[in-house]
């Protein structure tokens, strides 16, 4: 009986840690048409393939780690821009999404310096309205003081409903 219930507990240990790593899979992704570094690593949601499935009305949890290339960074701003269709439309976050500063993770915060290595955030909400065809959602970082990108990717995507 002990040894049954041993084997049982290691079985949902290994069950436990495969579903995390499919939660915690690095999501592919492109480089912007910039010389701009990739981040180091993306994370949306539980995507591990592209494209990547946004839920219309929810929020998609994107997590990007980066790395910063000057020192005394104290604004940093993430930029979003849907590419649908052909036509490239800005993407308002509000101001307290798209503050890298105050979205840093692991008692990381601001000021950044040259070659920190911290991981960003974002909640971004997806609007009901998005049409049901494949999007490319490029997401960009900006050291507001000088307005020079740290980091850009591409995520291909596409919105659906639940």
Not at 18 to 31: D, F, L, W, Y
Not at 54 to 80: C, T
Not at 145 to 157: E, G, H, K, R, Y
């Amino acid at each position: 009986m002990c040894i049954l219930m041993k084997s049982s507990q290691i079985i949902f240990f290994i069950f436990i840690l495969g579903m995390s790593r499919m939660i915690s899979a690095e999501t592919p992704v492109r480089k912007c048409a910039y010389d701009v570094p990739l981040p180091l690593s993306v994370q949306v949601d539980s995507c591990s393939t592209m494209p990547c499935d946004l839920w219309k009305g929810s929020e998609s949890q994107i997590i990007i780690q980066f790395v910063a290339n000057r020192n005394d960074m104290f604004n940093v701003r993430a930029n979003v821009e849907f590419t649908t269709l052909g036509v490239q439309i800005p993407y308002e976050l509000e101001a307290s999404r798209s503050d890298v500063c105050e979205n840093l993770m692991y008692g990381a915060y601001c000021p950044l310096y040259k070659d920190e290595d911290v991981t960003y955030h974002l909640a971004l909400p997806i609007d009901r309205h998005q049409p049901e065809v494949p999007t490319k959602v490029e997401i960009s970082l900006l050291d507001s003081q000088n307005s020079n990108m740290i980091s850009c990717f591409v995520l291909d995507a596409k919105f659906r409903s639940r």
